[in-house]
């Protein structure tokens, strides 16, 4: 599974390129236990390629929601597109899962001491 990583501060971005890495839940899964193990404990989902989510990929969602929390830890999802919205609305999952508009709001929300001017693609800028 090819998934584009940044570790940021404390926090690590996941995106993904092609929306069929986010088809295989268990492979996702793994690779989000992977990183939780690694302590990295604030994971952000950029979902901005994302045109479905399908349910066994909200169940992975989910559990690392939970192992997050657990530990102390927090995950949040960014810029989603309206159809992929209505999915996390329908399922009431972003009263749980907090959703930010962008990656820079996201990372504001972490508590990022780096600024991140708009106008920067910000995995180039930081890889």
């Known amino acids: 599974m090819n998934i584009n990583r940044i570790d940021l501060e404390h926090v690590t971005t996941l995106s993904f390129d092609e929306e069929e890495q986010l088809r295989d839940a268990e ?5 989000l236990n992977a990183i939780i193990n690694e302590g990295r404990l604030h994971i952000l989902l950029d979902l901005k390629n ?3 989510i399908s349910s ?3 169940g992975c969602f989910i559990t690392t929601f939970r192992q997050l929390v657990q530990k102390g ?5 960014a810029s989603i597109r309206p159809n992929v919205a209505n999915i996390f609305e ?3 999952l972003d009263r749980i899962i907090e959703i930010l508009s962008d990656r820079k709001t996201a990372y ?3 508590g990022l ?5 708009d106008d920067i693609d910000v995995e180039e800028f930081f890889l």
């Open 27 to 31: 492979a996702l899964r793994d690779y």
């Open 50 to 52: 994302a045109t479905y």
């Open 56 to 58: 066994s990929v909200l």
């Open 73 to 77: 830890g927090k995950l949040k999802l």
């Open 90 to 92: 329908m399922t009431r």
């Open 108 to 110: 504001k929300s972490f």
């Open 113 to 117: 001491q780096k600024s991140i001017d």
